[in-house]
């Protein structure tokens, strides 16, 4: 079973080392996270700055 990890700059969550949205490192520590399906009515999308559908680490550490 792998780990999951967050991006440092964009918060997705990915098992992945390298982040598939902004191809950055990730981390194993984080906090949280949260769902967005539709970014453009989410209130908590527009403050995270999230424009795409997906799960997402509220803290990374």
């Given at each position: 079973m792998k780990t999951v990890?967050?991006?440092k700059t964009c918060?997705?969550?990915t098992?992945?080392?390298i982040c598939p949205n902004c191809s950055l490192p990730t981390s194993k520590r984080w906090r949280g996270y949260v769902?967005?399906?539709d970014p453009d009515?989410?209130?908590i999308a527009q403050?995270?700055?999230i424009t795409k559908p997906g799960?997402?680490?509220l803290?990374?550490?």
């Open positions: 990890r967050a991006c918060h997705v969550l098992e992945s080392d769902i967005i399906h009515s989410s209130q403050k995270m700055n799960k997402y680490a803290k990374v550490m």
